[in-house]
């Protein structure tokens, strides 16, 4: 069955760079887009960004000049990488991938990672 | 950038109660939106796709709706399982969120 699930460290420096995995199984990289969706404690969701099947990345414009996306599709997995990490950057981060049904929806997420950003 | 409004933030309802909750597109996005239910401590569920399609194993009192940019989430006969914190999103340019319905029991 499809599963996500994401890893890395719980807690991060200021103006450190964060590194998450997303490994997933039941289905292929080449096959389907995996995003990234955060959620500061107590808020809202915030897609991040995203690599395609083809291996080409989305960003939140926001985010853009701090933030890769990458994969190692021999390894199913995809990877994060966020610098200059702020106290704002504080959330959980999940990973998600595209509904088959189109219109660009998530249908299978991870449980999420929670990243605190803290000297 | 597109921005999704959502109304209302909060709701109290009671059980088998018609509940309806909206979201308003800063400009057309067809029907790419999407719904999700989201309980504390848990990942969202898809919940309608496509704007009016249900996903998969979502129980039938769901439903959504468009009017223009305008966009509806109903639950038919308000169940206590359907307590928690609905989002809209839009994937028609990039992906936004809605700012969030909490919804609770009366």
């Given at each position: 069955q499809v599963q996500?699930?994401?890893?890395?460290?719980?807690?991060?420096?200021?103006?450190?760079?964060?590194?998450l995995t997303c490994t997933v199984s039941g289905f292929s990289l080449t096959s389907n887009s995996v995003h990234w969706v955060r959620q500061p404690p107590g808020k809202g969701l915030e897609w991040v960004g995203a690599i395609w099947s083809g291996g080409s990345t989305d960003y939140n414009s926001a985010l853009k000049s701090r933030l890769s996306i990458s994969r190692d599709t021999s390894k199913s997995q995809v990877f994060l990488k966020m610098?200059?990490?702020?106290?704002?950057?504080?959330?959980?981060y999940f990973c998600t991938r595209i509904h088959y049904g189109g219109y660009g929806g998530f249908d299978y997420w991870g449980q999420g990672v929670m990243v605190t950003v803290s000297s | 950038d597109i921005q999704m409004t959502q109304s209302p933030a909060s709701l109290s309802a009671s059980l088998e109660e018609i509940v309806t909750i909206t979201c308003q597109a800063s400009q057309d996005i067809g029907n790419w939106l999407s719904w999700y239910q989201?309980?504390?401590?848990?990942?969202?569920?898809?919940?309608?796709?496509?704007?009016?399609s249900l996903a998969d194993g979502v129980p039938s009192r769901f439903s959504g709706s468009r009017s223009g940019t305008q966009y509806s989430l109903k639950i038919s006969r308000l169940q206590v399982e359907d307590i928690g914190i609905y989002y809209c999103l839009q994937a028609y340019s990039a992906w936004t969120f809605g700012g969030g319905t909490k919804l609770e029991l009366k």
């Open positions: 996500l699930k994401e890893s890395g460290p719980g807690l991060v420096q200021p103006s450190q760079t964060l590194s610098n200059s990490l702020q106290t704002e950057d504080t959330a959980i | 989201q309980k504390p401590g848990k990942s969202p569920q898809l919940l309608i796709y496509g704007a009016t």
